[in-house]
Each structure stands twice: as C-alpha cells, then as structure tokens.
C-alpha cells in the first residue's frame, strides 16, 4: 500500500508563488516516477508535470511550462512543485500520484494518488 499526502495548497493573489509538497510512504514501487495533476470544478483532471525518478527529465503540461517547477528529494521520499506567477485559472484541487506504466501525461498511467490539496488563485 502507497500513501502520498499532498501539503501546501492555500489562497494566494495572482502574481504570487506557492510551493506544494507530497510526501510518499508504504511500499512504494523501486524508483518511482511521479506526477502532479489537477482538477478544476467541472473540469476533468489536467496533467500538470512528472519528474522521473532521477531527476533528469520533466515534464510539463503546456498551461503551465515555464511557470512551475517540478523537484524531487529522494532521500526523503518527497516531490515539489514550485508555483510562480499564479493565475486565477490555475485553482483546482491538485494531486500527487505515482506513475506506472504508459504516457505521463494520462492520469490512467498512475496508480497511486494522494487525498489533493487546494490551490486558489484570487484575481
């Protein structure tokens, strides 16, 4: 069983800059690629970025390239995503997960998600 537990989230003014944090715990898989994802009100879920296991590649949904920063700490089990020139349009409930197998981009490639944690985006 893999547990991952988002913290971070929080209501800041466009412009400004949050950073989330997912901490994984249980058995997770041996060097596990992860990803963040979102999802807006009425929304289906969005991609956000994934980070392979050893850092070396990212990936990054198109609404956000350039703007956020996905980081990794292996020793602590733990992935970031540093968020910076907020929009109102990036508010959702934003989600950590575990990748498996497939396309990083499809939220059906991951098998373990965390609870998410809310991000507002006031204009």
């Known amino acids: 069983q893999v547990q991952l537990v988002e913290s971070g989230g929080g209501l800041v003014q466009a412009g400004g800059s949050l950073r989330l944090s997912c901490a994984a715990s249980?058995?997770?898989?041996?060097?596990?690629?992860m990803g963040w994802f979102r999802q807006a009100p009425g929304k289906e879920r969005e991609f956000v970025a994934a980070?392979?296991?050893?850092?070396?590649?990212?990936y990054y949904g198109d609404s956000v390239k350039g703007r956020f920063t996905i980081s990794r700490d292996n020793a602590k089990n733990a992935v970031s995503l540093q968020m910076n020139s907020l929009k109102p349009e990036d508010t959702a409930v934003y989600y950590c997960?575990?990748?498996?197998?497939?396309?990083?981009?499809?939220?059906?490639?991951?098998?373990?998600w965390g609870q998410g944690t809310q991000v507002t985006v006031s204009s």
């Open positions: 997960a575990q990748y498996v197998s497939g396309s990083y981009y499809r939220q059906g490639s991951y098998g373990y």
């Open positions: 980070i392979t296991y050893g850092g070396g590649t990212t």
């Open positions: 249980g058995r997770t898989f041996s060097r596990p690629d």
